[in-house]
């Protein structure tokens, strides 16, 4: 059974930082892309930034400049370094792998259970 836990959220004033981490545990043979996706209180679920097996790197036009995204493959561990963080940058920030299942021979989308990012004015 694969999970994928966050952690590294919590509440910033404006212009901080925070990392966020998220470690992939159990079947994980392969793990291909990683993200990181944020939603906040009635907006849809954005991606923020994604990271290849390759390590070529992805940003939402908001985000550039400001956050990087990188990896551990040793640790099946993805990280989201955020600076100057601005209150606009509050929401939910959910983790996301495609990761190798050897019944289906194929890479499978799994989620995190989410961490709260705070960013006060």
């Known amino acids: 059974q694969v999970q994928l836990v966050e952690s590294g959220g919590g509440l910033v004033q404006a212009g901080g930082s925070l990392r966020l981490s998220c470690a992939a545990s159990g079947s994980t043979r392969s793990i291909n892309a990683m993200r990181w996706y944020r939603q906040a209180p009635g907006k849809q679920r954005e991606l923020v930034a994604a990271?290849?097996?390759?390590?070529?790197?992805n940003y939402a036009d908001s985000v550039k400049g400001r956050f990087t995204i990188s990896r551990d493959n040793a640790k099946n561990t993805v990280y989201l370094q955020m600076n100057s963080l601005k209150p606009e940058d509050t929401a939910v920030y959910y983790c996301n792998a495609d990761i190798y299942r050897s019944d289906l021979n194929w890479y499978s989308a799994y989620w995190g259970q989410g961490t709260q990012v705070t960013v006060s004015s």
């Open positions: 990271i290849t097996s390759g390590e070529i790197t």
